[in-house]
């Protein structure tokens, strides 16, 4: 197996070529097998430590980050800030130092202000994954969700693809739109107008374009991606109420309809049914929600073992 991402640490979508992403999901697509066996493990990361160090809440992320080092034969260590140091007054770089003095292999960690996992990296000898870094970005997230679009559409050049919701606070969106675009495909956002932000020149990005409402964003696409409200990064009064956002911008079947009749659905979870999409299309064959969590498996087992230098022939 060839190792086509050569870097240490995976910090974020941004900085990495169409070159190292595609070589992430060709890594991911070798791993895919794996978790179909009925023995789903394999000796690769053998004698490798991982440490999924999370100072938010998460489901997915961290159970698929630890089933993915457990699938790979290394050993998962699991720290949440309720049983961090940090409780007690030690700093975030002194917590990295000690736990670096252990001599891990790879720390994957979730904090909700952005660039920790980047101050992480400057400390420590050990491979750094970001994990979600406050509104910043979400690699992982973005890579398993293109890795589910080139599943299901064969490609990801040339599609369009449709973005809403909660833009402003969204690392999702973010990397996302990174993702995409490097990829050549076209992307749409909408969203309430003070959670879509008017600058995107920071993004760099060339095929991306702001819909002047959700209908138009949505019109047309090969892929319509939702995003939950983060509620816990806000604190204005973005929209009115619940029922308003549902709705103005809630993906409802009629919808749906002005995408591609073939056009596939898309959420990061965890979903808030009946505001940002309805229960019916969540729940019908279009919507791949389920898919983007099993093919995260196979995509964080694949950035482990890019980010640890394991031995490709124990897989």
């Given at each position: 197996?060839?190792?086509?991402?050569?870097?240490?640490?995976?910090?974020?979508?941004?900085?990495?070529?169409?070159?190292?992403?595609?070589?992430?999901?060709?890594?991911?697509?070798?791993?895919?097998?794996?978790?179909?066996?009925?023995?789903?493990?394999?000796?690769?990361?053998?004698?490798?430590?991982?440490?999924?160090?999370?100072?938010?809440?998460?489901?997915?992320?961290?159970?698929?980050?630890?089933?993915?080092?457990?699938?790979?034969?290394?050993?998962?260590?699991?720290?949440?800030?309720?049983?961090?140091?940090?409780?007690?007054?030690?700093?975030?770089?002194?917590?990295?130092l000690n736990l670096d003095a252990m001599s891990p292999d790879c720390i994957v960690v979730r904090h909700s202000s952005a660039g920790v996992p980047h101050q992480l990296a400057k400390v420590s000898r050990a491979a750094i994954v970001n994990a979600g870094d406050g509104a910043n970005e979400h690699p992982t997230q973005a890579l398993l969700d293109a890795m589910t679009i080139r599943e299901h559409k064969k490609k990801i050049k040339n599609l369009q693809v449709a973005i809403v919701g909660d833009i402003l606070h969204s690392r999702v969106a973010r990397s996302n739109i990174h993702l995409l675009t490097k990829l050549g495909a076209s992307v749409r956002v909408a969203g309430p107008k003070p959670l879509v932000p008017t600058n995107f020149e920071y993004l760099v990005e060339k095929n991306l374009s702001v819909a002047k409402n959700v209908e138009e964003a949505i019109e047309g696409a090969d892929v319509v991606m939702i995003l939950r409200i983060q509620r816990e990064r806000q604190n204005s009064a973005y929209f009115p109420t619940l029922r308003e956002y549902a709705i103005h911008y809630g993906l409802t079947q009629e919808r749906l309809d002005l995408a591609k009749t073939d056009a596939i659905v898309l959420h990061p979870g965890p979903m808030n049914r009946g505001i940002e999409i309805a229960s019916d299309v969540a729940d019908s064959s279009r919507s791949l929600i389920l898919d983007q969590v099993k093919y995260g498996v196979a995509v964080r087992m694949a950035v482990l073992y890019l980010a640890t230098g394991g031995n490709p022939s124990n897989a």
């Open positions: 197996m060839d190792k086509p991402f050569r870097r240490r640490d995976l910090l974020g979508i941004r900085n990495l070529s169409a070159e190292e992403i595609v070589g992430i999901l060709d890594t991911a697509e070798n791993f895919r097998e794996i978790n179909q066996r009925e023995i789903k493990k394999v000796p690769t990361l053998r004698g490798k430590t991982v440490i999924n160090l999370f100072f938010e809440a998460s489901t997915r992320t961290r159970t698929s980050f630890e089933l993915a080092a457990k699938r790979l034969s290394a050993d998962a260590v699991n720290i949440s800030v309720s049983s961090s140091a940090v409780t007690k007054g030690e700093t975030l770089i002194d917590t990295a």
